[in-house]
């Protein structure tokens, strides 16, 4: 799941603190070295936007099968995973977006990283709020997304560790926004019909650019 650009109430880690004294505003130049590092996270976002399945490729729509062993290599996908997730700056990825059709996703909670491995919705809040969404495959497209606000999701760890979340706001829309990618499920099947029109305007170069 992608940032979303604009400001918003959720915030995370890689946010900068505004704090300035009143009446006072500084409009330096940025120095040399805070352009190359500008330069630096842009061409690791561009870098990992290349490597993350985009809109138009079959795997996206495919559903993920369930991971059966736990084995060293869960873990090393997992930790690339969160890296490209981080460079991407966004705050959630599903295996098939990087073209693994296994049923696991990384997400940043706030304070670190997580692996979900085999997830499931066991319980949902009959309470929906309705927020835009982002995804890191779908470029800028963003659209409101219906959601319950409170859930109980179930899994394992990387290394197969059961876990059991309860999750609201944020939290709870980032994983229930991965667990669609695992189902083959997008942001747009989810929109009302005319953001979906909309939604899929903007994205038909990419989809042209697919085939």
């Known amino acids: 799941m992608a940032t979303a650009e604009h400001d918003h109430e959720h915030d995370h880690d890689h946010d900068h603190d505004h704090d300035a004294a009143v009446d006072v505003v500084v409009d330096a130049p940025a120095t040399q070295e ?6 630096e996270r842009e061409a690791r976002k561009r870098m990992a936007l290349a490597q993350i399945r985009q809109y138009g490729d079959p ?5 993920a099968a369930e991971v059966e062993v736990f084995d060293e290599e869960l873990p090393r996908i997992a930790e ?12 959630g990825l599903a295996a098939t977006q990087v073209g693994i059709l296994r049923r696991f996703f990384v997400f940043h909670d706030g304070e ?5 491995v ?3 919705l066991a319980q949902a809040s ?3 709020e309705v927020d835009d969404e982002g995804c890191l495959s779908l470029g800028a497209v963003r659209v409101d997304v219906e959601r319950p606000i409170g859930i109980t999701i179930e899994g394992s760890d990387a290394s197969g560790a059961p876990v059991s ?3 609201d706001g944020l939290l709870a829309r980032v994983v229930q926004h991965e667990l669609d990618h695992l189902d083959g499920v997008l942001i ?3 929109a009302d019909p005319e953001s979906r029109r909309q939604a899929l305007r903007q994205l038909r170069p990419r989809l042209l650019l697919s085939r």
Do not use: C, Y
């Open 118 to 120: 085999n997830p499931v």
């Open 80 to 91: 690339r995973m969160i890296g490209l997730m981080h460079d991407a700056d966004g705050i």
């Open 112 to 116: 670190s990283d997580r692996v979900l």
């Open 126 to 128: 009959s309470k929906t």
């Open 165 to 167: 979340l309860e999750l």
């Open 59 to 63: 795997v996206l729509r495919m559903r």
């Open 34 to 39: 805070e352009a190359r590092e500008a330069a």
């Open 188 to 190: 747009v099947d989810r």
